[in-house]
């Protein structure tokens, strides 16, 4: 079958000061109409920059220096500008990783839906509503004749990454890439887009690039998987049997992740840190988003919040660092209870519960050098001079593995995972009792999401420091929790010790975030969805919630 796509020799360069430094170094990409690529390997490997230059583009700071792009007969690398922005969206269209940060905030999801299909002239505005509707019902969106009158910020996460899918396929292309889609959604969620995708790419016969750091869930969507590292080819073959047999020592090792045990605490002191009282919270307009939670966090410890997007999880981290004050409820910190508004609240409440966000992109000023990021905190906790700043920003840069020498760079020059490590040593340079992990590796390649994980640990054995790991990987609450809290539409469903709430029998919905993680099997999603289907026929529900 002749290809719908096909890459020869591309060579992609990116801006180092006054040089250019090869990216992706001559790879060969070929895609035919209806199949699915999978692109894995770790941060930094030249996965997002190689499915971009598809599209003949580069992001800011990138070149493609030579090669060869070809879709549907067209020669697109060196194509007039016109050409190629009229094939862009239209017949190739993305799906970013981070939606929060794509979508444009002032405008609500369906405005931003018509874009696309109306400027490529392929529909009326009229006529491209109607099609968004019948879009978001098929991606399982709630609500679907009204959501898309919301604007971005009055969506979950997941929500917006789904209406950001409905988006690229607005205009029904021939090739979609899709760049790490379910990277922040909880497993249920990410279930039903995975399921969602599949069944697009089978129903119109769209060819797709996926992009992920995940073999297990490349494996249910991808007929062949390329593997890719420091921009070049380690490995090609069919999907099976890359999982059955795979050849390299690489791509055995991203099959092999995360399979360290926590080490138990020695000597933690017993006594709690954070103690949250029938809390009860809720966003103006709206009914309450979180009802009567209680939980506490002891020193040295780890407790695990999971649960599906919009389940509550992010919103009771607001409570407790003072940005959305409680309707009902106390959150105590080492026995003093802390005022409401983070407006009351006292410097030395703020230093000693930091935060760590989900995505360090930004997170972190790019006008500003590690430097000043890391040295913010010491000058407004401790009113430390240059010279004391200079002393603790290096030992800062020690402690989460970096080299001295990255003081003076910026965010742009480190790869997602150390600029990660930056955020952490920003938390650490107030020396504080708890942070709050929000998805911290959510973003990351598993071979760096498990770094930072071991950092985290060994950071918390040393300094005795305690963590709300807020996360929906439950690969991650396994190896990093001392305690489970698992909630389900703002309450608290089940809690304990991870040995406890791990053994069955489980509460229902912990079983089923459970069976919702993604097996190295790629007839899992097919087997999976097919006994939840036959459960719901036989309960006359809907099959995404059986």
Known sequence: MKPLLEMKDIVIEGCTGES?????????????????????????????????????????????????????????????????????????????????????????????YTEGPVQHGLMSTAEAEKKAVATYEQLLLPDPENIGYRFPHQVSGGQLQRAMVAMAMSCQPDIIIFDEPTTALDVTTQIEVLAAIKEITRRFNTAAIYITHDLAVVAQLADRIMVLRYGELVEENNAREMLENPRETYTRDLLAVRSFQKRKNLKAPDDVVLK????????????????????????????????????????????????????????????????????????????RLQMIYQMPD??????????????????????????????????????????????????????GGEKQRICIARALAAEPDLIICDEVTSALDQLVAEGIL?????????LLVSYLFITHDLATVKAISDEIVVMLQGRIVEKGPKQKVLKPPHHAYTDRLLSSVPEMDPDWLDTLLQERAGRARGADIHPSVA
């Not at 809720?282 to 009914?287: A, I, L, V």
């Not at 003081?407 to 790869?415: F, K, N, V």
């Open 454 to 462: 071991k950092l985290l640990l060994s950071l918390q054995r040393k």
């Open 20 to 112: 250019w430094d090869p990216i992706i170094k001559g790879l060969n990409l070929t895609l035919t109409k209806g199949e699915v690529l999978g692109l894995i390997g770790e941060s930094g490997a030249g996965k997002s920059t190689l499915g971009l230059a598809s599209m003949a583009y580069t992001r800011q700071g990138c070149r493609i220096a030579s090669g060869s792009i070809v879709f549907d007969g067209q020669e697109l690398f060196g194509a007039p500008e016109p050409e190629v922005r009229a094939i862009r969206g239209a017949r190739i269209a993305y799906v970013a990783q981070s939606a929060a940060a794509s979508f444009n905030p002032a405008h609500r999801l369906i405005r931003q």
């Open 362 to 415: 930004t997170a972190l000023n790019p006008r500003q050098k590690i430097r000043k990021i890391i040295g913010r905190p010491l000058k407004f906790y401790f009113n430390q001079n240059r010279k004391q700043q200079q002393r603790r920003i290096l030992e800062l840069l020690e402690q989460v593995e970096l080299p001295a020498e990255y003081i003076d760079r910026y965010p742009t020059e480190l790869s």
């Open 276 to 351: 949250i009282e029938s809390v009860t919270a809720g966003y103006t307009g709206d009914d309450n988003v979180l009802e009567s939670i209680d939980l506490e966090i002891r020193r040295g410890r780890t407790v695990a919040l999971v649960g599906e997007s919009g389940s509550g999880k992010s919103t009771l981290a607001r409570v407790i660092t003072g940005l959305l004050p409680p309707n009902q409820g106390r959150v105590i910190f080492k026995g003093k209870q802390l005022p409401a508004a983070l407006k009351a609240r006292k410097r030395k409440d703020l230093q």
